[in-house]
């Protein structure tokens, strides 16, 4: 399973449940007494999911690893490319 088809899947089973309870298709006081808290729930699970993409965002941006060694090998296939292509007789300007 994907991970958009877990959040996907967790989503519809939050909104069946939010929606049975919003709509008063389950019965109970403590729904009633705090009915404008589990109005409020999708929004305020959007933003903590917001602030959880942001962070994981970040937390992979600041961890990304820098690899000189790839970089030092790819300049130099390219170097031998572009001499390659001149001796094959390709105009190429650097």
């Known amino acids: 399973m994907t ?31 705090y009915m404008f808290e589990i109005q409020l729930s999708p929004l305020i699970l959007l933003a903590l999911f917001g602030l959880y993409s942001a962070s994981v965002v970040l937390y992979r941006t600041f961890t990304f690893n820098n690899c000189e060694e790839a970089a030092k090998e790819l300049l130099e296939q390219i170097k031998e490319a572009k001499k390659d292509l001149r001796s094959k007789g390709m105009v190429l300007s650097d």
């Open 3 to 33: 991970k958009l088809m877990e959040w996907l899947a967790a989503a519809a089973a939050f909104f069946a449940v939010y929606f049975s309870i919003v709509c008063r298709q389950v019965q109970h006081q403590v729904f009633d007494q």
